[in-house]
C-alpha cells in the first residue's frame, strides 16, 4: 500500500516543486562542472554542452512528468520501470539511482570546501581539520570539510521534509540573485575586455565536435535535479498538477541559467586558465573584483548546500520503494511516526555520501553519475513507450491484498444471487448460461470476437516488436557512430543498419493504434507526453549517444558497481521479492480493490 508521507504546505503548491527542482540543480553545474568541462572537454562551446544536455534533459522531463502523474510513487524511475518494463531491469535502474543520488551529494559536497576556502583567505586557508590532505604513497586527496557537510544535511533532512523544504527553498532564492548578478555584471567586464576567451587560439570547438558531446554527457549530471520533483510524489496533495508545472518549470530556469552563465565565465578567461575547482569566483578575482568574487564565493557556497540536500533528499525514498517490493530489508523502508521521514534510509545514505565525499574525486564522481541519471531517464521513455502502445493488462496483487480480491468475488455472487433470487437462482443461472451459450455459438458473433481478439494480439506483438527494434537500432546506431578505431566504410554500414532498425520501428509505432488501456492504467486526467512515439525515441537515441560517449574509464567504474547489483539481487532480492506471493488481477479490478483513484497501491 502507498505509505502517506508528512506533507508539507510547501510541496503542495507548484511554487514549491519549481523551487524544490531549482534548488536540486543549481549548484554543480556551474560552481563546479565549469571549470572543468571547458578545460577538459568542451573549450568555448560550454554553452553548447549545456544547450544539448538541456535538450535531452527536456525531452526526459516530458516523459518524468506523464509518468509522474499517471503513477506518483517516491520510487521515481524505479517505480516506472517496475510497471512498465519488470522487476529485474527495475532493480537495475532503482541500483543505478541509489549511485546517482549517493555519488550526486559526494560531488556537490567536494566542491563546497575550495568555494568556503577562500573567505579563510585560499585555497589552503582551511583549518587543518577541514582542509584537504592527499595520504602519503596514494593518489588520493582526502576531503574532512565535504565529509562534514554530508552529516549536517543528513541530520537536516532527518528532522522532517517540512524544515529542509523550507531552507532549501530561502537559499534558492538567494542563489537566483546571485546568478543573476554573475549574468549581469560578467556581460558588463566582457564587453569591457572584448570577451578575450572567445579568442583563443583552437576556435570555438578546441577539442572537436565529440569533445563536446563528450562534455555534454558530464554536464548532464547538473540536471539531475529535476527528478527529485518526482521521486517527492507521495508528498504531493496533487501530483497530477504540481509534478508536471513543477518539473517543467524547474528545468526551463535551469538550463536557461545554465547557458548564460557559461556565456559569461567562458568569455572573461580563457578555458585553458579556468580554475577547475572555483571558476566563476576566480574569474571576477582576475579581473579586479575581489569583492564580487566573495558575493559570488557566498551564492556558491549556498547553492551547493542546497543542490547536496536535493541529492540526498530523493535516495532514502528510492530505498524505501525498492524495501516495499522486498528487494531490500524492510530496515529500509521504516518510516519515523513522529517526523513522517524515513530517518534510517537517510542515515545509511548520509553515512556512504559522506564517505565518498571523503576519498573520490569530483571528475569522476560527475562522470558516475550521469550513468545513472542516463540511465534513468532512458528507461523513462521506453517506458512512455510500453504505456502507450503495450501496457499491463493485469497488474500483481500482494498476498496482504489477496484477501480483499477474495471479498470482492464472493460480494460479486451475492450480488448476483440477489439480483435472480434465492428461488430462482438455479432457474436463472441455467437461462443466462444458456443465452451466452447461444450467443458465442452464433456464426458471426463468433467471428467478430475471434477477428477483434485476433487483431488485438497482433497490434500487440507488433508494439513490442516496434519498441524493440527501436531500442537495438539505437544500440547498433549510436555505438558504431562513437567507435572512431572502426574503418569509415565499416562505421557508415553499421550505422545505416542501425538506423534502418530504428526508423522502421518508429514508422510502425506511428502506423499502428496506441491501445486504449492508456486511458485507465494509473491516475486520469494528469499531464500527457505530447508528439509519441517521435518525444520518447528522441530521447531514446539522445540519452543513449551521451551514455557512450562517457569513456571506458567511466563505465568500468559503474560496471562494477551493477554487477554487484545483479548479485545481490539473484542472492536476496529475488528470493525475498513480493512478486514470489502474488496473484496477477485486471487492472480494473486492482484499482476497486485499492477503493480509490487517489490510491497508487497497485503500481508501487
Not at 583552437?202 to 518526482?230: E, H, K, Q, R, W
Not at 545509511?348 to 571528475?363: E, K, N, P, R
Not at 531514446?540 to 560517449?549: E, G, H, K, P, R
Request: proline share 5%.
Amino acid at each position: 500500500m502507498r505509505h502517506e508521507l508528512n506533507c508539507p504546505p510547501l510541496a503542495c503548491l507548484v511554487l514549491g516543486q519549481c523551487w524544490q527542482g531549482v534548488g536540486s540543480t543549481i549548484g554543480a553545474g556551474v560552481y563546479v562542472l565549469v571549470g572543468t568541462v571547458a578545460r577538459e572537454h568542451s573549450g568555448p562551446a560550454l554553452t553548447l554542452s549545456f544547450l544539448i544536455a538541456g535538450i535531452a534533459a527536456a525531452l526526459s522531463a516530458f516523459c518524468y512528468a506523464e509518468l509522474a502523474s499517471r503513477c506518483p510513487s517516491a520510487g521515481s524511475a524505479y517505480h516506472y520501470s517496475y510497471i512498465c518494463v519488470g522487476e529485474g531491469v527495475a532493480w537495475l535502474i532503482g541500483w543505478a539511482l541509489i549511485l546517482e543520488y549517493t555519488i550526486g551529494g559526494s560531488a556537490v559536497a567536494r566542491g563546497i570546501s575550495p568555494n568556503l576556502a577562500i573567505f579563510f583567505g585560499g585555497q589552503d586557508s582551511l583549518p587543518w581539520i577541514l582542509a584537504r590532505h592527499q595520504i602519503p604513497w596514494l593518489d588520493v586527496v582526502v576531503d574532512p570539510c565535504a565529509a562534514f557537510l554530508v552529516f549536517v544535511v543528513t541530520g537536516l533532512l532527518c528532522v522532517g521534509i517540512k524544515e529542509s523544504s523550507f531552507v532549501q527553498g530561502v537559499v534558492t532564492v538567494l542563489n537566483c540573485f546571485v546568478m543573476l548578478f554573475v549574468i549581469i555584471a560578467g556581460s558588463y567586464i566582457g564587453f569591457q575586455t572584448g570577451w578575450v576567451g572567445y579568442k583563443v587560439a583552437g576556435g570555438f570547438f578546441p577539442y572537436g565536435a565529440n569533445g563536446m558531446l563528450a562534455g555534454s554527457a558530464t554536464v548532464f549530471f547538473a540536471y539531475i535535479g529535476f527528478d527529485s520533483v518526482a521521486s517527492t510524489a507521495e508528498e504531493v496533495k496533487n501530483p497530477q498538477r504540481d509534478l508536471p508545472l513543477g518539473i517543467g518549470t524547474a528545468l526551463s530556469i535551469c538550463c536557461t541559467l545554465y547557458m548564460l552563465v557559461s556565456v559569461v565565465i567562458v568569455g572573461l578567461v580563457p578555458y585553458f586558465a579556468m580554475d577547475p575547482d572555483t571558476p566563476i569566483s576566480s574569474a571576477f578575482a582576475k579581473h579586479g573584483m575581489h569583492w564580487a568574487m566573495y558575493l559570488v564565493t557566498t551564492g556558491a557556497v549556498l547553492a551547493l548546500c542546497s543542490t547536496l540536500m536535493g541529492s540526498i533528499l530523493p535516495q532514502p525514498r528510492i530505498l524505501m520503494a525498492m524495501a516495499r517490493d522486498g528487494l531490500l530489508p524492510s530496515f529500509f523502508s521504516d518510516v519515523h511516526k513522529t517526523t513522517q521521514v524515513p530517518v534510517k534510509s537517510t542515515i545509511v545514505t548520509g553515512i556512504c555520501a559522506a564517505a565518498l565525499a571523503f576519498f573520490m574525486d569530483v571528475s569522476q564522481l560527475a562522470g558516475m553519475v550521469s550513468v545513472g541519471t542516463l540511465l534513468a531517464f532512458t528507461i523513462v521513455a521506453v517506458s512512455i513507450l510500453i504505456l502507450r502502445y503495450v501496457p499491463p493488462n493485469e497488474v500483481p496483487l500482494p498476498s496482504s491484498l489477496q484477501v480483499s480480491f477474495r471479498l470482492s468475488q464472493e460480494n460479486d455472487e451475492e450480488k448476483l444471487r440477489g439480483t435472480l433470487g434465492d428461488n430462482d437462482h438455479e432457474q436463472g443461472s441455467a437461462e443466462i448460461s444458456d443465452v451466452v451459450v447461444e450467443s458465442i455459438n452464433d456464426p458471426l458473433i463468433e467471428k467478430q470476437l475471434y477477428a477483434s481478439n485476433l487483431n488485438e494480439t497482433k497490434r500487440r506483438k507488433t508494439a513490442a516488436c516496434s519498441i524493440a527494434s527501436i531500442c537495438i537500432g539505437v544500440l547498433i546506431l549510436t555505438t558504431s557512430a562513437s567507435a572512431t578505431f572502426l574503418p569509415f566504410l565499416v562505421t557508415c554500414f553499421v550505422c545505416a543498419f542501425g538506423g534502418l532498425l530504428l526508423l522502421a520501428g518508429l514508422g510502425m509505432l506511428c502506423w499502428i493504434d496506441q491501445d486504449d488501456g492508456r486511458h485507465s492504467f494509473g491516475h486520469s486526467g494528469g499531464f500527457i507526453c505530447p508528439f509519441v512515439p517521435l518525444l520518447p525515441v528522441m530521447c531514446i537515441l539522445i540519452n543513449t549517444y551521451l551514455l557512450i560517449n562517457l569513456g571506458g574509464g567511466t563505465w568500468m567504474r559503474v560496471g562494477v558497481w551493477l554487477v554487484m547489483g545483479v548479485f545481490v539481487y539473484i542472492f536476496y532480492g529475488r528470493t525475498h521479492s513480493s512478486l514470489t506471493d502474488v496473484v496477477y488481477v485486471p487492472v480494473a479490478e486492482a484499482n476497486e480493490i485499492y477503493g480509490s483513484p487517489s490510491s497508487s497501491g497497485f503500481v508501487a
